[in-house]
């Protein structure tokens, strides 16, 4: 399943747990000066709270969240949809631009991430457009035990 969305300014966290399940993502702030809405392509499921915008638009690519709670709005989009585990790709998309991250060598971020994360960890990730370097840490081990209880479901 090859999903993408399109996330109002409201449902940031929400958008930030979408790309970490690696789903493409677009989110309101990052496009300040236009419509997120009108900028999408027909294909990406609009993710709203605000009433306004789910009278205004009617497509079935709509859901209209209801939970205040961003993990309990990950849980709607996620029965929404049927997504199933093996839909998402944990930690493939950069948080702060949503492309794609790649893995690179150890010795290419040497003078690029501080000197006890480069002691200690093996495996790098950098995101193709704005340079963010990724690593495995405790966030990613507290996040994996999210996502393995939310798709207990």
């Known amino acids: 399943m090859n999903l993408c969305f399109a996330a109002e300014i409201t449902l940031g966290k929400l958008a930030k747990w ?21 900028l999408s392509d027909p294909e ?16 079935p690519n709509l859901i209209f969240i209801k939970s205040d709670h961003p993990f309990e709005q990950l849980k709607e989009v ?7 585990r093996t839909d998402t790709r ?6 702060r631009c949503n492309t794609p991250i790649e893995a690179v060598d150890k010795d290419s971020v040497r003078n690029d991430v501080p000197d006890y994360i480069w002691e200690t960890h093996n495996a790098f990730q ?4 704005c340079r963010k370097i990724f690593w495995p840490g405790s966030h990613t081990r507290r996040s994996m035990n999210l996502i393995n209880e939310l798709f207990e479901l």
């Not at 996620?78 to 199933?84: H, R, S, T």
């Not at 950098?126 to 457009?129: F, L, P, Q, R, Y």
């Open 18 to 38: 979408l790309r970490i399940l690696g789903f493409d993502t677009l989110y309101e702030s990052d496009f300040p000066n236009s419509n997120l809405f009108d």
């Open 44 to 59: 990406r499921i609009l993710l709203t709270r605000t009433q306004s915008i789910r009278k205004k638009i009617s497509s």
């Open 78 to 84: 996620i029965v929404a949809l049927d997504v199933k």
């Open 90 to 95: 944990p930690f493939s998309r950069c948080l």
């Open 126 to 129: 950098v995101c193709i457009k």
